[in-house]
């Protein structure tokens, strides 16, 4: 449980750690929350030659209410998303999420640009950015650049990041009616399931998580939605559903199905 050698630098700005990541490469790893690099690095399954810590830069931890939306910063914390009046009137959707995830612990150290650039295929953000068709912004030797939720992630652990860039933020639209479902493994808190529904009018936007490789809208579900939860049948249509020892495919597949029904009639 003993971490390979590494050499650590703070950076003091975006441009100090994205320098840092164009000059290391694949030896550097950034370190925002650290509840996924740390445990990786202990086990030695993550050996970087240099961990790069951006927490302290200047604007990445704060919590802006806009005229249409809501901008976190990327290094804010789970805590600090949870206790925010500005995400709790403005996004209750992303406040239930947060409820639901991890512990105290590791509420209080990790951060939502970190869950994100790490792209956890069980974890909870994921399924909120894409239901609530958010913006990332990332910063990297070729300046910022913006990335809709629904083209970031591009398989397990795999996202658009660049190799030089980091996220800065997220763009979030206020959403009057939104809802987060789970059925979570009950050791780590991962989600098994997670459903994140937007209200837009008439129609829905459905984000789901754990079920396969990859975060996904389930577009199937939106196109037939009809007011109720029938079109939660389709939760899974034209997906590669997950099998591991926490739920094999089919007890996956039906509890995705259940837990959209339950976040389209909430």
Do not use: W
């Not at 925002?32 to 927490?55: F, W």
């Not at 805590?79 to 590791?106: A, C, F, M, P, R």
């Amino acid at each position: 449980m003993i971490p390979a050698k590494f050499d650590y630098i703070k950076a003091s700005s975006v441009s100090e750690a994205v320098n840092l990541l164009d000059k290391h490469g694949f030896d550097a790893k950034i370190l925002s929350g650290g509840q996924s690099l740390l445990p990786a690095m202990k086990l030695r399954l993550n050996r970087p030659e240099v961990v790069i810590d951006i927490n302290g830069i200047a604007g990445m931890n704060t919590i802006e209410e806009t005229g249409d939306g809501v901008i976190i910063g990327a290094n804010c914390t789970h805590t600090q998303i949870l206790n925010s009046e500005v995400v709790y009137k403005n996004l209750n959707i992303l406040h239930q999420t947060v409820q639901t995830l991890g512990d105290v612990q590791v509420r209080n150290r990790g951060t939502i640009g970190g869950s994100l650039a790490h792209a956890d295929p069980s974890a909870d953000y994921p399924a909120v950015v894409l239901a609530c068709e958010a913006n990332i912004e990332v910063e990297g030797k070729n300046g910022k650049r913006t990335i809709a939720a629904t083209d970031f992630f591009e398989g397990i652990f795999t996202t658009a990041l660049a190799d030089d860039e980091i996220i800065i933020a997220v763009h979030f639209p206020k959403v009057a009616h939104g809802n987060y479902q789970k059925f979570y493994q009950s050791a780590s808190r991962f989600a098994i399931v997670g459903v994140a529904v937007v209200h837009d009018g008439n129609a829905v936007r459905v984000g789901i998580t754990g079920v396969s490789d990859t975060p996904y809208r389930a577009t199937e579900v939106e196109k037939v939605y009809s007011g109720n939860g029938d079109a939660a049948e389709h939760a899974v249509d034209g997906v590669e559903v997950m099998s591991d020892h926490f739920a094999d495919t089919e007890y996956r597949s039906h509890l995705a199905k259940v837990m959209v029904k339950r976040a389209l009639e909430a």
